[in-house]
């Protein structure tokens, strides 16, 4: 396998990193995770776009420009044969002293991977998934903004485990207030009376590529959609839930907290979301 490191592709053996590195040291980084269809990467832009915005958010200086960027995720799938798969792109903040500060660290590590992808089962899709909510709360956004997709996963960690400790493959995360932020590693969405509900990147959700293009989907089937805070109770009561993510796609959800949502099978308005994405991922994409 051939990794983008710092400019260069080179054997998987020879990208590494120094223990000094702050990404390592302090989870002091960035990045994405991004799909590739058929030759095609899907919202590139849109992904590199985010890449950028969370770099200035933390302070860290894009190594290379955007169109770099693209050509180098790009030359990664090219240089691994690879038509279908994930890429992940990193940037650290790179080698520095073991002080917190960001100044002794003079150069940003950049990293591509492109490897397959382990999909969920397809009986996630054909059945749906069941969640639950767990304690562990997301971050404040006034403390780390979930806009800023960081190297700092801890807390999604957490409450993953959590999730999976009582048998649960996602987890509802609420936030410091009681309302619902995201899953684990998911964006969440109900649908009540022919609404699309989904909380706001304020109520501490980021701002997922996947959770645009649903509402995107949204204004292509004409659901109204509405971004606000959500309660347990939204989700319990509502006739369909499904995830979103760059990973899981949608995934219909069939129970939450021990609630079965609708008739206890996957929604139909969610099969055609999933249905128009998986239409759209074929048609959009940047070209390897
Ligand atoms: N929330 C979190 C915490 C995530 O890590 C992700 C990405 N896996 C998402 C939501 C979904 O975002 P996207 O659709 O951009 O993958």
New binding site residues.
Partial sequence: MKIFFNGSLVDRADAKVSVFDHGLLYGDGVF??IRLYDGCVF?LE??LE?LEYSAKAIMLKMPISRKELAEAVCATCRANNLKNGYIRLVITRGEGSLGLSIHSCKQPNLIIIADTIQLYPAEFYEQGLKIITVPTRRINPAALP?TV?SLN?LN?ILAKTEAQHLGYHEAIMLNDQGYIA??????IFALHKGVLLTPPSSAG?????????VLEIAAELKVPVREVNMTRYDTWICDELFL?????EVVPIVEVDARPIGNGKPGELTLRFLEVFKRIVREQGTML
């Fill in positions: 994405e995770g919202k849109e992904h985010r979930p997709k996963y999604n995201e899953c684990t590693g998911d964006n959700a980021l701002k997922g590529i996947t959770r645009d293009a979103t993510g760059t990973a899981a």
